[in-house]
């Protein structure tokens, strides 16, 4: 009989419930797919006397004596940076080989992980770390190893897009859509990860290390969120054929010295009800990949949520499992390009912009020459005529970031300019 692997669980939550329901399911199947009996040898929550539901033999609240213990493969359901990463980084030193769905930490400390894992040959996978379900990051890692990826974009925040479907098809309030993203186990822990673009800047560094085979992190994200969206932003993009989308985009680009470097950046964007990403609603994801030979993939499924993370999670965890029975590790990932990151405001992007305006002659000419000023070119202006004021809605050409953001300012201090309802940028022509 083939010896067991032994899997430690750390943290029995929405996810690490749902991999403790499916693992202790159906023990022979898992056994007849890996090749050896999976064993859970141990589950560690903080506060033990809150899983009544658990085979008590298994549960513990020290999570260390577990790592410690005689496992081979640690899958960490907690979240978070501190315990974890000491955890973790521990754990792959002495070979356990590690699933998580830990994006916090692995946009930040990734680096530091994979380095501990190729040191002692363990694995390292985190295919739920991004857009749940959806296998994204085994395709960007493995299958198209050998093209050369040029764009990664796409709605990998679950909860911020429930949230703005919502606010789209049924006027619904921001915050009472939030408590039921909560319900539904779709949020972080901190919801505010989610709103405020933390944990879609966190997927975007993941998929741009494995994109474009450098070291992204966080930090390198632009980030925004979408606290500031109001019905305003949503009507005005309605009148305009459009939707209103949280993307991560990442790009790789040739900068005028012909170096290359890479864009990522998180941040609503406008898109024509017409896009193919316009129709993904609720927890949904939907992730397009253009590479050289491949030309353009889309991913789509469930990215978030207990049992579609959980299903990623088991599918790490069977391949790590079948490397143990093997006697090896998968492949690694490859940091090699190390690219630099490039600026927001160099990255060029195009901007709605919708402003109240004086309704008296001369008002168009002189916010147009605002936009000229700063070398940004307009692609269309719609004026409607209110009582004493009129609505002016300016979409321009692309323009570095940078450029569109004082436009706007300057835009926003002329006497003629009432308010400015709405800035958001664009993606896509609407038809
Ligand atoms: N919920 C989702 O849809 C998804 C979650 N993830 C990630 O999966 C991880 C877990 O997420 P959830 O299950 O939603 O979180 P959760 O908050 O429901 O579960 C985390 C669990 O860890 C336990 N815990 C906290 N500190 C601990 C400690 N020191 N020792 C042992 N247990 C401890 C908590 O009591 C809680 O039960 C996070 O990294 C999250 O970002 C990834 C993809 C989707
Ligand atoms: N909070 C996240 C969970 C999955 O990663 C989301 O809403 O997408
Ligand atoms: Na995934």
Not at 136 to 159: K, Y
Not at 205 to 222: E, P
Request: glycine residues 10%.
């Amino acid at each position: 009989m083939t010896e067991p692997v032994k899997v430690a669980l750390l943290g029995c939550g929405t996810v690490g419930s749902e991999v403790t329901r499916i693992l202790l399911d159906d023990p022979g199947e898992l056994a007849a797919r890996v090749g050896a009996p999976v064993e859970l040898a141990g589950i560690a929550v903080r506060r033990p006397d809150k899983h009544p539901e658990l085979p008590q033999h298994l549960v513990t609240s020290d999570a260390t004596a577990l790592i410690d213990s005689d496992v081979d493969i640690v899958v960490e359901l907690i979240g978070g940076i501190d315990p974890v990463r000491d955890w973790l980084l521990s754990a792959l030193r002495k070979g356990r080989s590690v699933v998580t769905g830990n994006k916090a930490l692995l946009s930040e400390h990734g680096s530091e992980l994979a380095e501990a894992a190729d040191e002692s040959g363990a694995d390292l996978y985190y295919e739920a770390a991004v857009a749940g379900a959806i296998p994204l990051l085994r395709p960007l890692r493995e299958s198209l190893a050998g093209d050369r990826i040029t764009r990664v974009m796409g709605i990998v925040n679950g909860t911020t897009n429930f949230i703005l479907s919502a606010m789209d098809s049924t006027g619904a309030g921001y915050a009472e859509t939030l408590d039921e993203a909560t319900r539904l186990g779709y949020a972080e822990a901190d919801p505010t990860a989610d709103v405020d673009g933390y944990d879609a800047a966190s997927k975007a560094a993941i998929l741009a290390s494995l994109a474009f085979h450098s070291r992204v992190t966080a930090a390198d994200v632009h980030r925004e969120g979408i606290a500031g969206i109001s019905s305003s932003d949503i009507t005005a993009a309605k009148s305009l054929g459009r939707t209103v989308k949280l993307l991560s985009i990442c790009e790789r680009v040739t900068e005028e010295d012909g170096s290359e470097s890479v864009s990522a950046r998180v941040h609503p964007v406008m898109i024509p009800k017409s896009h193919q990403l316009a129709g993904v609603g609720g927890a949904f994801n939907a992730v397009y990949v253009e590479a050289e030979a491949a030309g353009q993939l889309m991913f789509y499924g469930q990215g978030a949520g207990g049992a579609p993370t959980a299903s990623a999670v088991l599918g790490d965890l069977v391949s790590a499992a079948r490397n143990k029975v093997a006697g090896g590790r998968g492949p690694r990932e490859s940091a090699h390009a190390a690219l630099p990151v490039r600026p927001m405001g160099q990255t060029p992007t195009r901007y709605h912009v919708s402003l109240d305006v004086a309704d008296k002659p001369g008002v168009l000419a002189q916010v147009a020459q605002v936009f000229a000023a700063h070398g940004v070119s307009i692609s269309t202006v719609r004026q409607r005529d209110r009582r004493s004021t009129a609505s002016l809605v300016v979409v321009t050409h692309q323009a570095p970031d940078a450029a569109l953001r004082s436009t706007v300012d300057e835009i926003d201090k002329l006497d003629v300019v009432r308010e400015v309802v709405s800035v958001m940028r664009v993606e896509g022509e609407a038809e």
